[in-house]
């Protein structure tokens, strides 16, 4: 369980949380932003807002920064 | 575009041999992705290395239906590779929601979180603080939410369930989960603000 003063951290106040729908939409675009050296909050502040606050959409976030790490340029019939 | 997901793209749009070979090519890899993330979240449940291979390839079966479904709307703004990911990032996540309650047992009683912490290695003047802050929060959920909101809160705030398995045990979807917590945690965020504690309220934000 979360101690008191963790909790008092679960409640963050986003004013510009895109929601799962919304961020899942351009969660790959997000990625690549990042990958790019540009600091995808600045185009994406709705997405950045709920990443930090949506647990679940978080770790997609997280995998799928991996995942595009690791896997990021495969072909579908390399030469 | 680049070259290689412009050759994503093109085998998914040919027919025949070609269209065959490309769709067994990306269902290989988003099997690959899928074992990969099933592994980076295995620890999150205890899950046995059966379970976790037939997570990951139920999980690289439904994103290779979503994509097929989906790949007109792609439009270029990533590599295709890692607009396809996202789709196995989701099946894992749903997936393994449905595993939770085989393997833990994270209480649903949305009243089982009474128990202060242990807060013997804080500054006593902190145990106070610590002290009201809960009394504080235990009665704004107890008084300012909704019975679902609070169900919610406490098991996935408190009791740390995945979102994912909330949504299942709720017969429900993730956004709609989450708009349920966004909305109990602004509530609460008024309350504790009305109380005097820091971290409250800003603004009514939205969750859409």
């Known amino acids: 369980m979360n101690t008191p003063r963790n909790i008092l951290a679960l409640l963050p ?5 895109a929601g799962c729908a ?22 994406q502040p709705g997405l950045a807002a709920h990443i930090s606050s949506c647990p679940a959409c ?10 595009a790490s690791l896997f990021g340029d ?4 390399p030469s | 575009m ?22 067994a090519a990306l269902h290989a890899l988003l099997l690959r992705v899928a074992r990969y993330e099933v592994s980076r979240r295995a620890g999150s449940l205890q899950l046995r290395g059966t379970e976790l291979e037939d997570i990951a390839q139920q999980a690289s079966d439904d994103a290779l239906m979503a994509i097929r479904s989906k790949v007109a709307s792609f439009r270029g703004d990533s590599r295709f590779t890692t607009w396809a990911y996202k789709f196995v990032m989701f099946e894992v996540s749903t997936k393994m929601g449905r595993h939770f309650w085989r393997h ?18 804080v500054a006593p003047d902190k145990r106070t603080e610590d ?39 709720l017969g429900s979807n993730r956004n709609a989960v989450y708009k349920v917590l ?16 820091e971290r409250p309220t800003k603004s009514s934000g939205s969750a859409a």
């Open chain 2, 182 to 197: 966004f909305d109990a945690r602004r509530k609460l965020r008024e309350s504790l603000a009305a109380a005097g504690y």
């Open chain 1, 13 to 17: 106040d986003n004013t510009v949380d």
């Open chain 2, 104 to 121: 833990r047992h994270a209480s649903m009683d949305a009243d089982n979180w009474v128990e202060l912490p242990d807060l013997g290695a």
């Open chain 1, 22 to 43: 919304a961020s899942f939409d351009v969660l790959h675009s997000y990625v690549e932003l990042e990958f790019s050296g540009v600091d995808p909050t600045l185009s």
């Open chain 2, 2 to 23: 680049d070259s290689s997901s412009r050759q994503w793209l093109d085998g998914l749009a040919a027919s025949g041999h070609d269209h065959e070979r490309c769709v």
């Open chain 1, 58 to 67: 978080r770790e997609d976030y997280l995998g799928l920064r991996d995942a």
């Open chain 1, 74 to 77: 495969i072909e579908p019939f």
């Open chain 2, 131 to 169: 002290r009201e802050i809960f009394a504080a929060l235990r009665r704004a959920i107890d008084q300012d939410l909704t019975p679902l909101q609070k169900k919610v809160f406490v098991a996935v705030a408190l009791n740390e369930v995945p979102m994912d398995a909330m949504a299942r045990e």
